[in-house]
């Protein structure tokens, strides 16, 4: 098997600065672009696990650019070209220090709450009654702040993210436009290619007043995804539904006792287990995009394969 690549420690030309974060490794260079280097390392309930995946880095980072390119006219986003099969290079901007979740779906995390009473979530009231994994009447939009590196991300209101000074008013409204926007056509994507585009989360930015979508978007890690066939029988008796999205990653960590609480330990990754979570993203990638997925540096040094196409970029820009 392909070898992970989980950390990369670049000095790049004009390199001013470089973020960590919990998949993806930002330069910022000459404090104008930044480049991404999707890594594999992979992360549930906010822990980095301690095995990479292989190839999902370049999955990630090639769906994420496809859908980019896909929703370029619905919202104005930061890439700018795709130097290597695993980076981005985009326009550094400014991020609001919230994430824009919306959902369609009563699932996950707020299927678990939901379950346990709750009936409001960031400020957003969900009717008595429903069942798991069936659809609000209108996808509802359910913000998180976006937390510092080892914290949790929490569920916030617009209230409140108006009340601290998170967003002004008038940029708030233009997120939510653009998130529902956004979402709309990541539906209209997924259906045709029979699949249900469950909930997602959008990150965004702004430099010089004009707001962009930055970071990924649509991939497995930031989203979910039902198969549509046979979506309404296994709705109607109570069936887990079959779906592409790291939440299998999560309920496998569960029931190995992992939520990511304090004391509690990362069950083993065996190879199995590694190699059963890359074919799924895999999986993932061929079926949204009717393509086949090519693993990319088979048999190369993916850190000095990277290094050569992102100095080559910087370089000529």
């Known amino acids: 098997m392909k070898k992970a690549l989980v950390k990369t420690d670049y000095c790049f030309p004009g390199q001013e600065s470089v973020y960590h974060g919990k998949v993806r490794d930002v330069y910022n260079i000459r404090g104008e672009i930044l480049i991404m280097v999707a890594t594999d390392r992979i992360s549930a309930f906010d822990v980095v696990l301690p095995e990479g995946i292989p190839c999902k880095g370049q999955m990630l980072n090639q769906l994420a650019a496809k859908f980019l390119d896909a929703t370029a006219d619905v919202c104005p986003n930061w890439k700018l070209a795709v130097p290597d099969p695993m980076v981005t290079a985009g326009v550094r901007c400014e991020g609001y220090p919230v994430e824009m979740i919306v959902r369609g779906y009563l699932c996950g995390s707020a299927w678990r709450a939901y379950r346990s009473g709750v009936r409001e979530i960031c400020g957003v009231k969900i009717p008595e009654g429903m069942r798991e994994n069936e659809p609000f009447r209108e996808p509802v939009v359910t913000p998180t702040t976006k937390a510092a590196q080892g914290a949790h991300d929490e569920d916030i209101s617009r209230g409140e993210i108006l009340r601290r000074g998170l967003v002004s008013e008038a940029d708030y409204e233009v997120l939510e436009k653009y998130t529902l926007a956004l979402f709309r056509r990541g539906t209209e994507i997924a259906a045709r290619r029979g699949l249900i585009l469950v909930d997602t989360k959008y990150e ?112 000529n820009h």
């Open 204 to 315: 965004f930015g702004h430099r010089e007043g004009k707001i962009f979508l930055i970071d990924e978007i649509h991939t497995p890690d930031s989203s979910r995804y039902f198969y549509r066939e046979g979506y309404e029988q296994r709705l109607a008796g109570g069936e887990p539904q079959r779906q592409l999205s790291k939440e299998f990653v999560r309920e496998w960590l569960m029931s190995n006792g992992f939520q990511g609480l304090a004391g509690q330990r990362v069950p083993e990754m065996t190879p199995e287990i590694v190699d059963g979570i890359s074919n799924r993203y895999v999986e993932l990638y061929e079926q949204i995009t009717g393509e086949a997925f090519v693993r990319s540096g088979e048999e190369e040094d993916l850190l000095s394969r990277i290094e050569k196409n992102v100095v080559h970029y910087i370089n």
